[in-house]
């Protein structure tokens, strides 16, 4: 790491200033935004279609890889934000196409409110330039970041998660688990297995295929807006080209399959 770079917690001048946690066994580090802006590998940049915004957008921002010291035995990178979305990114991903950027808003160009009358992305927000290179979907733009840290897959770690020994690895109900920690971990847990805390369990006292009608349940995946609405309400849209339909059966099929490994 350069020496340009302050730890904030050494550096009273920026007390005050929004700082990024970076957590890693070689690499412990609390990172000033005053001193990220700093870095000599930031660059102004376009992003064609931004996911928290829904329409261009440019930022300051630094290549990823720039403020990480060695990830190569790093399995997946966790994104947490303030509010307690989490974001689970296999390490894979970030040498890939879709090219991962640490946008940060300064102190004097904040961005605009994600919706009326509350925060924006910032102070830290992962954003990709070319995400369809790598099938990069929304739940892998985490913004209002607060920690960087290098864990272990999910499923590892939270056993509860996993289906019955007896279901075959190659089954709907595995493909429906990994698409439940790509998708759908960034906000809930299963059997209390997960990092997040922002929606509800998904099994719990009970699982969603038990009190919804499976095409309302269809239908609330897609678009759940159209099936209920509330001021708070946070879960994204999932589009086919976000989560095709035999993505979803598989889902459907590993959360159905939950409802005896309670």
């Not at 689970?88 to 970030?94: C, G, Q, S, Y």
């Not at 038990?210 to 589009?239: H, K």
Request: aromatic share 10%; with cysteine; glycine share 4%.
């Amino acid at each position: 790491m350069s020496a340009w770079l302050l730890c904030a917690a050494d550096n009273p001048a920026h007390a005050a200033e929004p700082v990024l946690q970076l957590s890693f066994s070689k690499q412990q580090q609390l990172l000033a935004r005053a001193d990220l802006l700093r870095h000599p590998d930031v660059r102004t940049i376009e992003v064609p279609a931004d996911s928290a915004y829904k329409q261009p957008m440019k930022y300051r921002a630094l290549p990823l890889l720039s403020i990480l010291r060695d990830v190569r035995d790093v399995d997946v990178l966790q994104f947490k934000a303030e509010d307690g979305f989490v974001a689970n990114i296999p390490t894979a991903l970030l040498s890939g196409g879709a090219q991962p950027w640490l946008a940060i808003e300064a102190a004097n160009a904040p961005w605009p409110p994600l919706k009326a009358g509350g925060r924006s992305a910032g102070p830290f927000y992962l954003v990709w330039l070319a995400p369809e290179k790598s099938g990069i979907t929304p739940e892998l733009w985490p913004y209002q970041i607060a920690v960087i840290s290098a864990v272990t897959p999910l499923q590892n770690r939270y056993p509860q998660i996993l289906p019955a020994a007896s279901i075959a690895a190659d089954s709907a109900e595995y493909r429906g688990m990994h698409i439940y920690t790509m998708q759908c971990a960034a906000c809930h847990q299963i059997n209390g297995g997960g990092d997040a805390k922002v929606g509800p369990d998904l099994n719990l006292p009970f699982n969603p295929t038990e009190y919804f009608q499976d095409n309302f349940l269809r239908r609330y995946i897609r678009n759940p807006s159209a099936v209920r609405s509330w001021p708070q309400l946070t879960m994204p849209a999932f589009s086919e080209q976000v989560l095709s339909e035999s993505q979803l059966d598989d889902l459907l099929a590993y959360l159905r399959h939950m409802t005896q490994r309670r």
